[in-house]
């Protein structure tokens, strides 16, 4: 085991965020990623083709321009297609999700582990708050009919501790991002404000379409700091630390993973989707090396969510919270 070192430790503790260069390598776990995306995408858009929903397949275009002309004459993000998790309320028996072997495998990938057990130790819980994010340049994507803007435009400022649900507050739940293109602050790389993890919870406010984000009037966002990164490279950020991403004024796509781990035992903070046992150095054999049992859990989870018909939001927050007016 490898892991980060104590000076890379201590940054984490300091500035509530850190970034690992080459983390992992791009042959072995990103390269797998992207070739399942393409068939993603190649059978959505053959679908589509199929159901006149769009003027051809554009098989003859990379992963990269086919999504953007597929986005664009659907005015669909598509994103729901590609994630390796479930929409917070009307889950169908359908709803599409890609759950491949290699989002497995990067979800367990070694070395990976070997820094989250560095900061929450040695018995590491999957944490199913996960998301694929495939946003592409504002100008070309889908926009919203009545607001004119981006479908998925720059992320809102907020902390992964005001997503979760209160149960999860004592959670020392450890987010881990990284691209699988390029995300320099063109592309919408992340943006962090650092040692922001020291105020506590933050108020989150109703923004946009199912979003949430922390009012200027609430935390100021001038330290802000943009992390660019390129296919390898790992952020960690705390449970508080304050967060959002810049804008896609690139002509490129940007492509990144959002990750989340706990110690096993502790709350997920969305006790309705699935996670797993990662890695545990006490009893190494309930570590799950199975994707197709990843899956599993998956699709049964959201055959019981749309049973129930599922629609609690996983928030806390209201438009009529102090701060919020
Ligand atoms: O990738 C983004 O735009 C936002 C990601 C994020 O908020 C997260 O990973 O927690
Ligand atoms: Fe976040």
């Given at each position: 085991m490898v892991g980060l070192t104590t000076a890379q430790l201590e940054q984490f503790d300091e500035e509530g965020y850190l970034v690992v260069a080459g983390l992992i390598d791009p042959a072995a776990v990103l390269d797998p990623?992207?070739?399942?995306?393409?068939?993603?995408?190649?059978?959505?858009?053959?679908?589509?083709?199929?159901?006149?929903?769009?003027?051809?397949?554009?098989?003859?275009?990379?992963?990269?321009?086919?999504?953007?002309?597929?986005?664009?004459?659907?005015?669909?993000?598509?994103?729901?297609?590609?994630?390796?998790?479930?929409?917070?309320?009307?889950?169908?028996p359908d709803t599409p999700m890609w759950l491949g072997p290699a989002v497995f495998r990067a979800l367990i990938h070694p070395p990976l582990l070997d820094a989250v057990q560095s900061v929450i130790g040695g018995e590491i819980y999957s944490n199913p708050v996960q998301h694929v994010r495939i946003k592409s340049p504002e100008r070309l994507g889908a926009r919203d009919e009545s607001t004119g803007r981006p479908k998925l435009g720059a992320t809102n400022w907020h902390q992964d501790n005001g997503v979760v649900l209160p149960v999860a507050d004592d959670s020392d739940i450890l987010t881990v991002w990284f691209s699988l293109t390029d995300a320099r602050e063109e592309h919408g790389c992340l943006q962090v404000i650092p040692r922001s993890h020291r105020s506590g919870l933050l108020v989150h406010c109703p923004a946009g379409p199912g979003g949430l984000e922390i009012p200027e009037r609430v935390a100021k966002r001038d330290r802000a700091v943009p992390l660019p990164t390129r296919p390898g490279d790992v952020i960690f950020l705390h449970k508080r630390t304050m967060h959002g991403s810049l804008p896609n004024v690139s002509d490129e796509i940007r492509i990144s993973l959002d990750l989340r781990y706990n110690p096993i035992g502790q709350e997920t903070g969305r006790g309705a989707f699935p996670g797993f046992i990662a890695r545990s150095r006490l009893r190494p054999d309930c570590a799950l090396g199975d994707d197709a049992t990843w899956a599993a859990h998956w699709y049964a989870a959201r055959a019981h969510l749309a049973e129930i018909r599922h629609s609690e939001p996983f928030n806390r927050w209201s438009a009529d919270a102090e701060g919020c007016a």
């Open positions: 990623l992207l070739r399942e995306y393409e068939g993603v995408l190649d059978r959505l858009a053959r679908q589509l083709h199929a159901a006149g929903h769009i003027t051809d397949p554009f098989s003859h275009l990379p992963f990269g321009e086919r999504f953007i002309q597929i986005e664009r004459e659907t005015n669909e993000t598509n994103a729901q297609s590609f994630d390796f998790s479930l929409p917070q309320g009307g889950v169908r």
